[in-house]
């Protein structure tokens, strides 16, 4: 029981590693016990990580269920792993969806089950390894390990043109990742110790200005794309369109806030004054992606493209909070990447079972779903209030500290109309949400009605169900979650945005 507890975040972050073995293990044909096993060991990974929640404790300057083992001292490898209160929930997050993934796929997914199997199980270790990593050559191993599961999922089992938004996908997010290779590269050899261990470099000191403004960019650009930060968005909307549902949730689900994350750990507290000077530039970034990824949504007629865009405008939030550099700010950006992953996943898991019944996308097609499919209507219902950010829903609370501390920020040159202008991206939000679902749901039966659809079955209920009490938790007692990220909140906006004047190694945090 005791190398349980020690062990207990490497266990959880390796437990579908070993599904995928045993996936592996089997006979091609045996689809049904291929996921079968998929299932099992994706639910394991979320209630072992329970746990990690019950048993998290924030300490300051200290990771919670830390552990770490040399990997190779000459060169500075480690095997460092560790959760502050940010990276908790993004797991947690992370472990939540994977049983929803593989349900959420088990009718539509019919060909190449093997592979497909043990490229989810894969790609869970790959994001709960990245979450959990505290070396930055284990970080980087894994986030490039991310990589081709997704690049699979997209290239065999997406739509028309999956090949090309495969490729599109594939190459955008590693272009980006071998400028941060080469900025790794540059802080080991740069560090006393040849260290790539984060806290040591953390604690190590600032590196002179001039030198961070390009490491941080090298950061930057990595985080920026997998955000996605406009104009680097390019590549979402063909993935997501192309993508399978079950690909579609988990990029919405996780894979994009590793951008976000990337830029909370690693961009802006390994170079604050960097961070600071490039704050308002991304904070316009951040405004300029709610707004145009608001008129975007409205301009599509497919509807996973529609939620794709929606993405962009959600996590313009996301980086609007992080660059305002206030607790209440941060905070909100925060819970903002836990509630985008379950809305938007919720939505695109919806869209996922739309499309199962009725061989389509186009909102053309669509019309009058209410009287035919009354509990479908219903729960897209919940979702699309969640996705506005209604009060008493989990996209309300984020959305509505970042605001206020976008208000209050005194880093942000001009934040009173940053914040006005992002304050649209909710109106505009709430009309192209209540358009889609107007066009999909009411009006006359069009072409997608006359099917004879089926309401939701009972597995689908099943994958629905835990997302509805996510959302309807977290928008009434969502005070849990912020507790958990306190501290680190904390810890980072004092070191970035106090970084103009010296910082004592006694201040620097985590």
Request: proline fraction near 5%; glycine fraction near 10%.
């Given at each position: ?242 993508a399978p549902a079950a690909g579609s949730i988990i990029l919405a ?112 097609a669509y019309g009058g779903l209410a009287g035919v499919t009354p ?136």
């Amino acid at each position: 029981m005791e190398f349980v507890q020690v062990h207990l975040l490497t266990i959880v972050t390796f437990l579908p590693v070993l599904g995928a073995v045993l996936v592996a293990l089997l006979p091609r044909g045996e689809g049904g016990q291929h996921k079968g096993i998929a299932f099992l060991f994706s639910l394991f990974t979320f209630l072992l990580s329970i746990p990690l929640w019950t048993g998290f404790r924030a300490t300051p300057g200290r990771y919670a269920f830390e552990q770490k083992s040399e990997w190779a001292p000459a060169l500075g490898f480690s095997y460092h792993v560790g959760l502050d209160g940010v990276a908790l929930l993004l797991f947690l997050l992370t472990a939540f969806l994977g049983p929803i993934v593989v349900l959420s796929s088990w009718k539509y997914i019919q060909e190449r089950v093997k592979v497909y199997c043990i490229s989810l199980l894969l790609l869970e270790t790959a994001m709960l390894g990245t979450l959990a990593a505290l070396d930055l050559v284990l970080f980087y191993v894994f986030w490039e390990a991310m990589l081709i599961p997704m690049y699979l999922l997209i290239g065999m089992w997406g739509s028309e043109r999956r090949i090309y938004a495969a490729v599109k996908f594939f190459l955008f997010t590693f272009i980006g990742s071998v400028l941060m290779l080469l900025a790794i590269f540059w802080l080991w050899s740069n560090s006393g110790r040849k260290s790539f261990d984060y806290v040591d470099l953390l604690n190590a000191g600032m590196v002179d200005a001039s030198t961070q403004r390009w490491l941080f960019l090298a950061f930057a650009l990595a985080f920026a794309i997998k955000v996605p930060i406009w104009p680097l968005h390019t590549w979402l909307p063909d993935a997501h369109t192309e993508a399978p549902a079950a690909g579609s949730i988990i990029l919405a689900g996780v894979m994009l806030k590793m951008g976000t994350f990337g830029f909370i750990r690693y961009a802006m507290p390994l170079f604050p004054q960097a961070a600071l000077a490039w704050a308002p530039a991304v904070a316009v970034l951040g405004v300029i992606g709610i707004v145009y990824g608001s008129f975007m949504c409205m301009a599509q007629s497919d509807l996973k493209r529609l939620i794709a865009y929606s993405s962009v405008a959600h996590l313009g939030f996301v980086m609007l909070g992080l660059s305002a550099l206030t607790p209440e700010a941060v905070s909100g950006a925060v819970l903002q990447m836990v509630n985008h992953g379950i809305s938007t996943g919720a939505l695109f898991l919806m869209i996922g079972m739309l499309y199962e019944r009725t061989h389509t996308r186009d909102l053309a097609a669509y019309g009058g779903l209410a009287g035919v499919t009354p509990a479908l209507a219903a729960t897209f219902l919940i979702v699309t209030l969640s996705s506005i950010g209604l009060p008493g829903t989990n996209g309300f609370v984020g959305e509505f500290l970042v605001l206020i501390g976008t208000f209050t920020s005194k880093v942000l040159r001009g934040a009173v109309p940053l914040a006005v202008v992002g304050a649209t991206g909710v109106i505009l939000g709430a009309v192209y949400m209540l358009w889609m679902y107007q066009r999909v749901f009411f009006g006359p039966p069009r072409k997608a009605a006359a099917h004879g659809l089926a309401d939701l079955t009972v597995r689908e209920w099943f994958t629905l169900a835990p997302l509805l009490i996510a959302i309807v938790a977290i928008g009434f007692a969502p005070q849990p979650l912020l507790t958990a990220i306190k501290e680190p909140v904390d810890a980072f906006v004092q070191r970035v945005s106090r970084a103009e004047r010296p910082v004592r190694k006694a201040e620097l945090g985590r």
